[in-house]
């Protein structure tokens, strides 16, 4: 499965963008899909995710309120809407997929697959 990441751009504190996670070769059938971003000599963080199990969503603390992940199968995405973004959610934006246990959602090491990331900055 390939990933394809889009939808990122410049934007200033309180817009909102959204970024869409496209599957091709495959699809995202048995897969969770989740979202994490990467900033300047940070380490990968944990946005949300949708996990196959259940099909839940969950959504990491510092955008908990603000991002919402939702995902369409019949169009093969998942989407994640950010609102209300600020500076600090400046980043690089990766979609990954795999089959993490709940507990390890928000591992990235729990992905298989990753697209190739999409860059969001946020201007004060």
């Known amino acids: 499965v390939q990933l394809q990441a889009s939808g990122g751009g410049l934007v200033q504190a309180g817009g909102s963008l959204r970024l869409s996670c496209a599957a091709s070769?495959?699809?995202?059938?048995?897969?969770?899909v989740g979202w994490f971003r990467q900033g300047p000599g940070k380490e990968r963080e944990f946005i949300a995710a949708v996990a196959v199990t259940n099909m839940r969503p969950y959504i990491g603390d510092s955008v908990k309120g603000r991002f919402t992940i939702s995902r369409d199968n019949a169009k093969n995405t998942v989407n994640l809407q950010m609102n209300s973004l600020k500076p600090e959610d400046t980043a690089v934006y990766y979609c990954?997929?795999?089959?993490?246990?709940?507990?390890?959602?928000?591992?990235?090491?729990?992905?298989?697959?990753w697209g190739q990331g999409t860059l969001v900055t946020v201007s004060s």
């Open positions: 070769g495959g699809t995202f059938s048995g897969y969770s």
């Open positions: 990954g997929a795999g089959r993490p246990i709940i507990s390890s959602i928000s591992r990235p090491s729990a992905y298989y697959y």
